[in-house]
């Protein structure tokens, strides 16, 4: 995919995941049902994902646009190798602790140029130049590229929520994470 489509796709996944964190599934309807929901309660969980997506934004999108960083702006060792984007690293987990999230905008890059773009890409370099791709995928330059994006997208945030809500929350850390798949799997 084009760099639009990975920042379509980082800022599509940040807001889907901004709700599948923050709404949760086993509390009941969110309108309607026997208790029902007060306004204040509404815009009180609508608030909270607003922030969650906020939060992610920038570690997703950076994540989505991290593997094509020599050809998605300027120069090489130049446009992202400075002081102000030191910066924002440095305060960002400071901010919101959430920098893990870095790690989620990078895979689906993967995912989306394997299933989305014509070419796909080499898995296993620099131990073997074969790319590896789909045959769902589209020219970069072609008028289905947003709808493929969009589509890749819809399919990660579905894994996501799955992930989230049967595997582990996907605001744990990554070690606590790996600790319980490894005490699930009995390693």
């Not at 929901?37 to 997506?53: E, F, H, N, Q, R």
């Not at 960083?69 to 910066?87: E, S």
């Amino acid at each position: 995919m084009n760099k639009e489509g990975h920042v379509l796709n980082g800022a599509l996944l940040a807001i889907g995941l901004g709700f599948i964190i923050t709404l949760d599934p086993t509390a009941g309807p969110l309108v309607g049902g026997e208790a029902g929901v007060t306004p204040a309660a509404l815009a009180s969980a609508l608030g909270d994902a607003v922030v969650k997506i906020l939060e992610l934004s920038l570690p997703i999108t950076l994540g989505a646009l991290f593997p094509d960083v020599d050809t998605a702006f300027g120069r090489h060792r130049k446009t992202l190798h400075n002081l102000p984007i030191l910066a924002i690293f440095l305060a960002f987990p400071y901010l919101f602790g959430n920098l893990q999230f870095v790690w989620i905008g990078v895979a689906t890059h993967y995912v989306l140029d394997v299933l989305g773009s014509k070419r796909g890409i080499a898995l296993f370099y620099p131990f073997e130049s074969a790319e590896y791709g789909f045959p769902t995928g589209v020219a970069t330059s072609s008028a289905w590229a947003t709808r493929v994006t969009v589509a890749v997208t819809a399919v990660e945030l579905v894994v996501l929520a799955l992930v989230h809500n049967y595997v582990f929350a996907l605001d744990t850390s990554l070690v606590e994470a790996a600790n319980l798949i490894g005490a699930t799997l009995g390693v």
